[in-house]
Structure formats: structure tokens, C-alpha cells
């Protein structure tokens, strides 16, 4: 009956409309949201935003729920993979090799001291170990957030624990470098980059990021959706092929917004109470790797031949932007600082998966 047809169909696409209007929805809220964060000064608003409203949907909204399509995670980490690595270039490297004793010690021992603290905080507090350990990797939050799932952590608990960690060291870095830092020393500018144009870039990022998606899927890399177009990036950046190319600022808030709205919309009431729990002990944790990391700057300062101003800023554990803005501010020497930061946080994101996966199996043996 050609009556029945029409109700059989009409259905679906009601369902249909309601999806779009309600996406349409959380796109515009987390559009205001990131326009907020930004102006108040968070770093990666489109990200803090996205997270913040997914959270919000979900809580809300429950017998309604959204999800990222795969297609836009895998979008998403792309790009924030061509992103991380287009930080990485030559200019960056010369500085860090010029240092290369006192900067690879100090990244070694954060990274160590990272794994340290996240197994503490697993065995403390019950979550997984792949939680704990990628929850405070002390760099990348974005690319860590974005690999969570695919290394067998809770990435709505990595996000909570990662997000919290930027924050307080965005409060806390640029306060200790303006009230016990500032001695007015005269540092080494940062050069700035001067770009390739609108279509340049945006040909780099869409380049790289099919180029290296497609290399992932062919060798089936763990976290290579991230990994493979940031090591594409990097290579062409390094080399000096790409010009000075990068991913264009509205395209790093599309990529930081569907991952936070990924992780932020399966956000549950109980994820919520045990995220609550855990703010004590992941407070303490990031004190803990603040002042072991402000422990580490004394040891760089005679290595790198640097100040203790410079040598602070470079090794505090996360907040890049906000880091780079307070080493202007003091005069420091931002090509050290920012050089030291871009490349623990390269290497962060790189030595995750396999360490994660070694942390695992070891937890899994000691539980035998």
C-alpha cells in the first residue's frame, strides 16, 4: 500500500533531520565556546571548547546521543599529526643539537619521570595502566588524546588528566617566570616563520596528511593515523622542501574540535565521579612533575650554558604557547626554549605507543 510506504520511510528521515539540526547545535555552541576560551587565553580553544560541549551533550542529552563519525577521527588526527610535525624544523634542530648533552638528558628524565608518576597514579587509584601512563605524558596533549583508544586507554579519562595537567601549568609557568623569573636578561628572538600562503599550506596539510593516512593503513602502524602524517610532516619540514609550510590556524580548530568532541561525547555521569576521584591525585602528580622538572632546569643551566630563566621555561611540562609568551615577556632565550619544547613534545608522542604497550605487558605479567 503506497500508504504504508510513505510511513515506513518518513521515519528515518525525521531521525535524519533531527541528527543534523542536533549537530548543527553542538557545532555552533562549541563555535561561541572556542571564541570565549580564545579570548580569556586558553591554549587550543577549539579543543578545551569541543570538550567541554561534548561533555555538556552527553550529560544532557542521554537517550539522544552523538558520535564522531571514524572518518572525522581519523580526520582529525591527520591533522593534528601534519600539525605537531611541522613544528619540527631545522632551526630546531640546530638549536637543540648545539645542546644536545643537556637537552636529551633532560627529555630522557621527563619522560622517564612521566611513566613514573602515570603507573603510580594506576596503582594507586585502580584505572589501567595505559590510562595512568598516557593520562600524564608530560607533552602533545592533543596527539595523546587522539591515540588513547587505539592503545587500549579510557581517552575520556587521558583527556581529563591531560587537560588538567595544560591548565596548570599554563597558571602556573608564566606566574613563576614573571614574579621570580623576570631579571630583564636580553635573549635570542624567536624567528618567525614567514609561510607559504593560504594555498601552500593548505596544499601541505591535505598532502601530508593523505600521504601519511595512507601510509599507516599499508603498514598498519599503531596510532600511525597520527603518527605516519606527523613523521611525513616532519621530514619535509626538517628538509626544508615544505618552505616553511604549515597547517593553517581555522584547520588546527576543526582537527582540535573533532577530537575533543570525540572524547567528550561519550562522557557518562559515572565517568564523571571517577574523573572527580582522581583530581586529587592528578593534582599531586602534576606538582610533583613541576618541581622535578624545575629540578631538572638546575641541572641544564651548566650543561646548555643557559640561565635558570631559560632553562625552567624550556623543560616545564606542557602549556607550549603559554611558555612561549612568558620567555618573550621575560626576554629569554625563546629559540632554546621553544626548540627544547617542540622536541619533547615530538618525542613524547612518538615514544607513547610503544611504551604504553611495554608498560602493559608488564603490568599484565606482575599481575600473573
Known amino acids: 500500500m503506497p500508504g504504508c510506504s510513505e510511513i515506513v ?13 542536533r549537530w548543527l547545535g553542538v557545532a555552533l555552541a562549541t563555535f561561541a565556546a572556542t ?3 580564545g579570548a580569556v587565553g586558553l591554549p587550543t580553544p577549539a579543543l578545551f571548547a569541543a570538550l567541554l560541549i561534548g561533555i555538556t551533550y552527553a550529560l544532557i542529552a542521554v537517550r539522544r546521543p552523538l558520535d564522531v563519525p571514524a572518518s572525522g577521527m581519523t580526520i582529525g588526527q591527520a591533522l593534528i599529526g601534519v600539525a605537531l610535525g611541522a613544528e619540527l624544523d631545522a632551526s ?3 638549536a637543540v643539537a648545539s645542546n644536545w648533552l643537556g637537552v636529551s638528558a633532560v627529555t630522557l628524565a621527563t619522560l622517564a619521570l612521566s611513566l613514573g608518576v602515570g603507573i603510580a597514579i594506576a596503582r594507586l587509584t585502580g584505572i589501567s595502566q595505559a590510562t595512568g601512563t598516557l593520562g600524564l605524558i608530560a607533552g602533545g596533549a592533543s596527539g595523546i588524546v587522539a591515540m ?3 592503545l587500549g586507554a579510557d581517552s575520556r579519562l587521558v583527556a581529563f588528566m591531560q587537560y588538567v595537567r595544560v591548565l596548570v601549568v599554563v597558571l602556573v609557568a608564566p606566574l613563576v617566570a614573571y614574579i621570580l623569573l623576570a631579571h630583564g636578561e636580553s635573549g635570542v628572538p624567536q624567528t618567525e616563520r614567514i609561510g607559504t600562503g593560504l594555498v601552500g599550506d593548505l596544499a601541505f596539510t591535505g598532502g601530508c596528511a593523505l600521504a601519511g ?7 598498519r602502524v599503531t596510532a600511525g593515523t597520527l603518527l605516519c ?24 580548530s576543526l582537527a582540535f574540535a573533532l ?19 582522581l583530581l586529587p591525585w592528578v593534582l599531586g602528580a602534576i606538582f610533583v612533575l613541576i618541581a622535578v622538572s624545575a629540578g631538572l632546569a638546575v641541572l641544564l643551566v651548566p650543561l646548555a650554558h643557559v640561565t635558570f630563566a631559560d632553562a625552567y621555561l624550556a623543560t616545564t611540562p606542557g602549556g607550549l604557547y603559554a611558555v612561549l609568551a612568558a620567555s618573550v615577556g621575560i626576554g629569554a632565550n625563546t629559540t632554546f626554549v621553544v626548540s ?14 610503544p611504551l604504553v604497550r611495554i608498560v602493559a605487558r608488564w603490568d599484565d605479567a606482575q599481575s600473573v
Open 9 to 21: 520511510t518518513s521515519e528515518p528521515a525525521t531521525d535524519a533531520d533531527s541528527n543534523i539540526l
Open 35 to 37: 571564541i570565549a576560551m
Open 92 to 94: 630546531t634542530l640546530r
Open 148 to 150: 588513547a583508544d587505539e
Open 213 to 219: 593516512a595512507l601510509v599507516a593503513r599499508r603498514l
Open 229 to 252: 602524517p606527523l613523521a611525513v610532516a616532519a621530514i619535509l619540514s626538517v628538509s626544508g622542501v615544505a618552505d616553511d609550510a604549515s597547517v593553517p590556524a581555522l584547520v588546527q
Open 259 to 277: 577530537i575533543g568532541l570525540q572524547v567528550g561525547l561519550r562522557f557518562t555521569v559515572a565517568t564523571i565521579r571517577e574523573a572527580q576521584a
Open 340 to 353: 627544547v619544547q617542540v622536541l619533547r613534545v615530538f618525542i613524547m608522542v612518538v615514544a607513547a605507543p
